[in-house]
């Protein structure tokens, strides 16, 4: 009914940038709130950062200033801008997003498959 795309991932040295995109598509009335979230080698998923439909957002502690999450409502899209990486944050990322499907006018929890980021000299 409702799918996401994520692309953006990759290898890139502390200290360096990369931007993550998150593209929902199908049978979408509406998207509430978008997040991302990682889960690295043998840690729990974690939220990263979460953004309204109206533009708060709202991050956790270890990304504060370095990450930006924004998001594109007419083409349902959400982005992760991660700048000064450090090797912690090496982890599978996952998008989430909080829809509406039309017609049915249900909600729908709806994650992407993930990208690989890896932080490392």
Do not use: H
């Amino acid at each position: 009914q409702v799918q996401l795309v994520e692309s953006g991932g990759g290898l890139v040295q502390p200290g360096g940038s990369l931007r993550l995109s998150c593209a929902a598509s199908g049978r979408i009335f509406s998207i509430n709130a978008m997040g991302w979230y990682r889960q690295a080698p043998g840690k729990e998923r974690e939220l990263v950062a979460a953004i309204s439909s109206g533009g708060s957002a709202n991050y956790v502690d270890a990304v504060k200033g370095r990450f930006t999450i924004s998001r594109d409502n007419a083409k349902n899209t959400v982005y992760l801008q991660m700048n000064s990486l450090k090797p912690e944050d090496t982890a599978v990322y996952y998008c989430k997003a909080d829809t509406i499907v039309s017609r049915t006018l249900r909600s729908l929890e709806v994650w992407g498959q993930g990208t690989l980021v890896t932080v490392s000299s």
